[in-house]
């Protein structure tokens, strides 16, 4: 079996790109400017275990459980589908668990748009 090296045609490859090209640019202007919450970081914690959200952090909801959150000595108890946002240039954030049931926690990193 021969293998022959493929050309392509600049020209051929315009065209066939072209159609999806504004498809593509709408999805990369997302990039461009300060984006907001593009995709949730998902943790478990579970009662007696304590976990450190960093200071990218800007939002967090709680999934399933009680989530207790201490950030620079202010406390904040979420329970579940509440939400609470974090300050820009804030420390970080140390989150346990108050319930028996395991603790499902969604972080969303990144520069707030409001």
Same mark, same amino acid.
């Given at each position: 079996?021969?293998?022959?090296? /493929?050309t392509?045609?600049r020209?051929s !490859?315009?065209? #066939?790109?072209?159609?999806?090209?504004? =498809?593509?640019n709408s999805?990369?202007?997302l990039?461009?400017g300060p =984006? /907001?919450?593009?995709?949730?970081r998902l943790?478990t !914690?579970?009662q007696?275990e304590?976990?450190?959200l =960093?200071?990218? +952090?800007?939002? !967090?909801?709680?999934?399933?459980g009680v #989530?207790?959150?201490t950030? /620079?000595?202010?406390d904040i108890?979420? =329970?579940?589908?509440? /939400?609470?946002?974090?300050?820009?240039?804030? +420390?970080?954030? !140390?989150v346990?668990?108050l319930? +028996?049931?395991?603790l499902?926690l969604a #972080?969303?990193?990144?520069e707030?748009v409001?």
């Amino acid at each position: 079996m021969k293998h022959f090296p /493929k050309t392509f045609q600049r020209v051929s !490859i315009a065209r #066939a790109v072209s159609k999806y090209s504004d =498809t593509f640019n709408s999805f990369t202007a997302l990039f461009l400017g300060p =984006t /907001k919450f593009l995709i949730p970081r998902l943790f478990t !914690i579970r009662q007696g275990e304590v976990f450190r959200l =960093t200071s990218a +952090d800007r939002e !967090i909801q709680v999934l399933s459980g009680v #989530a207790w959150i201490t950030v /620079k000595g202010e406390d904040i108890i979420l =329970t579940c589908a509440e /939400k609470a946002s974090l300050k820009l240039n804030q +420390d970080f954030a !140390i989150v346990s668990a108050l319930s +028996d049931v395991p603790l499902l926690l969604a #972080a969303w990193s990144g520069e707030s748009v409001e």
